[in-house]
């Protein structure tokens, strides 16, 4: 069920903060790919690295926030971005939403940190302030309709449904690997889950 548009009838302002984020991301995945492994270990966020040392780590709480484990990871997270960030800049304001966005991710990789403090595996934390977005734009507009490709088909779902039903996923896969989170890699359900819900409360103080 992948989403691939929305109604943007209602946006009001050109959302260039959205549009600067997309490509500030894809800017930083090209010096993934330029760097490989040396650039992501300097620049990614370790948990055991931050608990041992958080003055000279504590950047990586914020260029993590840029980066993807993949162009498939990317792709994804910039699409979601492009369909609800422009609407929920759209209702906080430019200097508002960046702010937003920011404390999203901080507030994802903090509840990942809180389930990881001895993993020495490099997070790559994009995903933490898009699920932040989500967690906003669920709350705005529970009801407006998105657009989802479903099989070979397009049909038309409430964002309420699209994006509870992906919470409930990272919810379920986020509690099935807090056993192991610590020692293995793979996505960073904690991170989504941590994002979402700082998405969710921002939203409720700021708006």
């Known amino acids: 069920m992948l989403p691939i548009g929305d109604d943007d009838s209602q946006v009001r302002i050109f959302p260039f903060v959205t549009y600067a984020l997309i490509a500030l991301n894809i800017a ?11 650039f992501i270990m300097s620049w990614a966020f370790i948990p055991r690295r931050f608990v041992q040392d958080p003055l000279g780590s504590w950047a990586t709480l914020f260029t993590s926030m840029f980066m993807h484990a993949g162009l498939i990871h990317l792709g994804g997270n910039m699409l979601y971005l492009a ?59 529970p009801g407006r309709r998105v ?9 038309h779902v409430p964002a309420i449904i699209v994006i509870g039903f ?14 192991s989170i610590s020692e293995t890699g793979g996505v960073a359900y904690m991170a989504h889950i941590g994002g979402f ?7 409720l103080a700021l708006r």
């Open 28 to 38: 930083v995945f090209f010096l993934e790919v330029n760097g490989g492994d040396s």
């Open 83 to 141: 369909i609800f960030g422009n609407n929920v800049e759209d209702r906080f304001h430019h200097a508002k939403y960046l702010v937003f966005y920011i404390l999203s991710g901080l507030g994802a990789t903090s509840l990942q940190l809180y389930f990881s403090l001895d993993s020495g595996i490099p997070n790559l934390g994009a995903s933490g302030a898009i699920a932040g977005v989500l967690g906003s734009y669920v709350l705005i507009y």
């Open 147 to 155: 657009s989802v490709l479903l099989g070979r088909a397009v049909v």
């Open 166 to 179: 992906w919470f409930v996923l990272q919810l379920f896969s986020g509690v099935s690997t807090i056993a």
């Open 197 to 203: 819900i700082t998405g969710l409360l921002l939203t």
